[in-house]
Structure formats: C-alpha cells, structure tokens
C-alpha cells in the first residue's frame, strides 16, 4: 500500500490530571547552563484530590498522525506498542481513525502523566517503555512506499532504526522531516550527524535549537546555524513570540516570522510543537508557499492550546482550507518577512 505519510516516533497512554499546585520560581543548572525556573510544587506527605482526570492516546506519533488522518492523508505509524491492554487501546485508536500500524508489538506501552498548573502549562512524566525498544524495520523489497517520512523524537535501539529508515528514504527519494526533543538534543550534533544530513525539513524549538548549536542566538540566527548541517528548511518556534521558518541551503533563501493571535485562551500546551509540525508538512504536502504552510501549522498549534489534551478536536481539511481563507481576507496573525 501506498501513503502520503509514514511517521515514525512513539505512541503512549496519556493521563492528564489537574489537581492544586503552587508554583515556585527557583534559579538552576539545566543542561550546564544557569536558567531561572517556574516549578510546580506539591505539599510532601499531603492526600490532594484530583479535580479533573483524563485518559487519552499519547505520543508525538500519534499526535502527528492524528492531524494527518484528520485532513484524509493515507497515513502509517512506524513505532513500538506493548502487549497489555494499553497497547490494545492505542491500537483501536490507530483503527478508529485509518492509521494503518507497521511497526512492533511487545513489552510495555509508554505512559506519560501530564501534571496541569494554574498557569495553563503542563509538566510530565514520561515513562518510555517499548518505544526505546524498536528493532531493525524491514520494509521489504517494494521500499517505504510513501511521499513523506516524519520522524519524531526517538532514543536509544528505536533511534538507530530511525536512522536506518532516514537513509533509505532519501535513496529512495522521499521527502524526511525530523521533530527531535531535548533529550536527543542534548547529546549534540554529532550524535545526529546521519539524522540532520537525511533531513529535508528540520523542526525545533528555542530551547532544543540551542542545545545543538548553542543558546547565544534568536531563532533565525539558531535556523542560519542548523541548516549548515543538511535541512533545506528549518522551523525554530519560541513558545509566544511565534515561530521563525527559513528555507535555503544557508537558510536565507526565504524567511517568515509569525506572531500567534492575539486574545487566545491558553488551556494546555501538551502537543503543541506536533500540531504546528504536522500542520506545517500538510501543508507543504498539500502543495502550499512556505508562508502559507506555516500559518497552517500556527493554526493547527492554536487549536491545541485552547482544548485539554494534545490532539484538539478534529479539523478537516475544509475547516482549514476555509480557515487560510479568512485570514487572507480578516488576517489575526502578524506574518512578518525577514
């Protein structure tokens, strides 16, 4: 079969749980280097009752093939799924909206508690289980078969296999984007060398950008930095002051800058980063400008944000088609050529 999109990355239980916290502002080490830090904190020895608890897929896999299967790609997910029931719930859900499974079963699903805060962000607990697990994919003598191949964050055995994969999709002539975290990050360009020069659309935020070039830039000189390195296109996107794309071998063939609307009500950030990726590649899949793929993206973000949980409520293709419509005609976004 063949698919508009394959995405490798993981796929967990998500528990979401809004309970009473303080925050607490604390200065700190992160990474080797001294940042200021808003903590949630939780009285020791206390019984807290939870006001709000709620069960739902999880993973930036699944967060990615979500917004894909949503706007009608033919979508596939390469990852780990355990073999306990969360493994079967995850697997319904892949059924339940068209994603076709192509990757491994057994040990334990990931699992990931996502503490809400009264400051409409979140923190969580990330148990990784099988999805560092994924062994050598073969996928057979007919190839990967697809136009995109999508890869989220992955480590340890699971991020060899992604390399392995990014290699053959580029012999093969497919179109790669990577979305890595900071756990990945931190271990610096090097460790990512096969990665980045497989990679055509390369996807971070601040924080991640910094780990892998150094902290002592904005996002376009961060973009300028990464794109040495292999990606054609790079996305560097910094929480409320917007996101900054650039195109070009130097990354100064084409540049935006897009400030979010104004007036958004933030519920919670979970996924976030994934539905400005997923949304930012369905529109270059759909054969949009970059500027115009990345408001979708930035749309897409801003559908998350404002619902609980890290997939927002589902938004066709015409929903969206209909919504860069109207912000041609009323725009609410600052797009900025740079």
């Known amino acids: 079969m063949d698919f508009d999109i394959i995405v490798i990355g993981s796929a967990s239980m998500d528990v979401f749980v809004k309970t009473e916290a303080r925050i607490v502002h604390i200065r700190g080490l992160s990474h080797g280097q001294w940042i200021d830090e808003q903590l949630l904190a939780y009285p020791l020895g206390s019984k807290l009752l939870i006001e709000q608890l709620t069960f739902a897929p999880g993973g930036a896999g699944t967060n990615v093939c979500a917004t894909f299967a949503r706007l009608g ?44 805060s009264q400051a409409s962000d ?17 996928p057979g003598a007919t190839g990967l078969r697809a136009r995109w191949l999508y890869g989220t964050s992955m480590l340890e055995r699971s991020f060899q296999a992604q390399e392995r994969l990014f290699v053959l999709a580029k012999q093969q002539g497919i179109r790669t ?38 902290n002592s830039a904005g996002p376009l000189e961060l973009a300028a930095r990464l794109a040495v390195h292999g990606p054609g296109i790079v996305t560097v996107s910094d929480g409320a002051r917007g996101v900054t794309v650039c195109a070009g071998e130097n990354g100064d063939d084409e540049r935006w800058h897009i400030e979010p609307a104004a007036g958004l009500e933030i519920v919670d950030t979970t996924g976030a980063g994934d539905a400005f990726g997923s949304g930012f590649i369905a529109g ?13 993206g930035v749309l897409n973000a801003e559908d998350v ?25 009323n725009p609410r976004h600052e797009i900025i050529g740079l």
């Not at 979140?122 to 073969?138: A, P």
């Not at 055509?200 to 991640?208: A, I």
């Not at 270059?284 to 979708?296: D, F, Q, S, V």
């Not at 066709?316 to 209909?322: G, H, I």
């Open 73 to 116: 790609f033919r979508t596939a997910l390469i990852g780990k799924i355990g073999a306990d029931m969360h493994g079967r719930m995850l697997l319904d859900w892949l059924d339940d909206n068209a994603i076709t499974f192509l990757g491994e079963r057994g040990g334990q699903t990931g699992y990931s508690l996502i503490l809400a």
């Open 122 to 138: 979140r923190t969580i607990l990330s148990f990784k289980g099988c999805n560092n697990e994924l062994g050598s994919i073969d």
């Open 177 to 214: 984007v990577y979305n890595p975290n900071p756990y990945i990050c931190c271990k610096g360009v090097a460790h990512l060398r096969t990665m980045l020069r497989h990679t055509d659309v390369l996807m971070l935020n601040t924080e991640e950008a910094g780990l892998l070039v150094g």
């Open 284 to 296: 270059l899949h759909l054969g949009k400008t970059l500027r115009e793929a990345a408001l979708m």
């Open 305 to 329: 944000i404002q619902t609980y949980g890290s997939k927002g409520e589902p938004v066709s293709r015409e929903k969206m088609e209909a919504r860069l419509l109207a912000e041609a005609d």
